[in-house]
């Protein structure tokens, strides 16, 4: 199937000449143009498939001045959030017809500015902008130029720029109300210096406000190191807290890794909340009680939203707020008496 003399591959003539069609003809049908009868669009089908052919991208972006190829940019693929957003961006892509070409600005020797420039070099149709970017100047006017989408932050508003995240509020809400419910009245919040830890640390004290009790914040970077450092400052103060609800699950790990270090029991001394569900927090070692924010279907929405306005740039942007929910697991229980 597919041989050719010489073991050339299948070009539009071969297939052609195969079904028997000039070579425009099969040409409208790989552009699913209409006007083809179905009798002549099924020849041709036939024939790629007997032939094995597959289109070549280049000159299929040149028929159709569309490359097929979407330029997606995170800014660390360390954060485990980024594996399934990515899948579920990918799994909407591909139904699509479209691909990802993908750039991490922190593991790749590029910027973030040149990752964009390369984005347009390369014709992509849209771009996919995730985690908490800061909007360069380059970005912004690569955004202006081809259809593009913002996932997983709000802190980068652009025209005609659509915008699809976690509910950050409801699952900081939730996180909280979880530990208030246990029993729980020293809760304490690490947070991040990001949009998204603005959000969820105002979520935090309202809720704590609501429930009469007294916020205690510690500032931090989102990694195991920082959520480690947090626990530390916390765990060996004057008040020491119950529960500590970490920006996510990285955050939590390093407050777990603390906890063990001082001799405390989670859950029996200590309550530990993460948020993002990752696939770390579902392990039955660590058994983290985390905030799902939906990075799936968030990736999913954002891949969706972006193929809608390749096909209508001027339509009014749109901000998508994906509900999370809570995985209950073993590191969170009932406060401690006393």
């Not at 017809?97 to 390369?118: F, K, N, V």
């Not at 419910?181 to 020293?186: A, I, K, P, Q, T």
């Not at 690490?190 to 500032?219: K, W």
């Amino acid at each position: 199937m597919g041989s050719q003399s010489g073991g050339r591959r299948p070009t539009i003539r071969t297939v052609a000449e195969h079904a028997g069609v000039s070579k425009s003809l099969v040409s409208l049908v790989l552009r699913d143009a209409p006007g083809v009868s179905e009798e002549r669009r099924e020849a041709v089908l036939a024939a790629m498939r007997e032939l094995d052919y597959r289109p070549n991208a280049s000159a299929r972006a040149l028929t159709e001045d569309r490359s097929h190829v979407i330029g997606v940019l995170v800014d660390d693929l360390r954060n485990p959030w980024y594996v399934q957003a990515l899948e579920g961006i990918n799994a909407s892509l591909h139904r699509h017809d479209l691909r990802m070409l993908l750039g991490d600005q922190r593991l790749d020797l590029l910027s973030d500015e040149a990752l964009t420039t390369t984005f347009l070099e390369m014709n992509v149709d849209g771009m996919i902008l995730t985690g908490s970017l800061v909007p360069s100047e380059r970005v912004v006017e690569a955004a202006a130029k081809v259809p593009t989408v913002v996932v997983g932050s709000r802190s980068l508003t652009l025209p005609h720029v659509d915008v699809v995240v976690n509910d950050d509020e409801l699952g900081a809400r939730i996180a909280v109300r979880h530990l208030v419910d246990l029993g729980h009245g020293r809760i304490a919040h690490i947070t991040a210096p990001s949009a998204v830890g603005q959000f969820r640390l105002a979520s935090y004290r309202a809720t704590m406000a609501e429930a009469g009790l007294e916020p205690v914040v510690v500032d931090e970077e989102p990694t195991e190191d920082g959520g480690y450092r947090a626990a530390v400052r916390l765990l060996t103060g004057t008040s020491r807290p119950t529960a500590v609800f970490a920006y996510n699950d990285l955050a939590a790990m390093g407050v777990l890794s603390a906890a063990q270090q001082l001799g405390l029991d989670v859950p029996g001394d200590l309550s530990v909340v993460g948020y993002d569900d990752s696939l770390l927090a579902a392990l039955k070692t660590i058994s983290l009680t985390s905030v799902g924010n939906a990075s799936y279907r968030v990736g999913y929405r954002a891949a969706d939203l972006l193929a809608e306005r390749i096909a209508d740039p001027a339509r009014a942007p749109q901000t998508l707020l994906i509900e999370p929910s809570l995985a209950v697991r073993r590191t969170s229980g009932a406060a401690p008496l006393g």
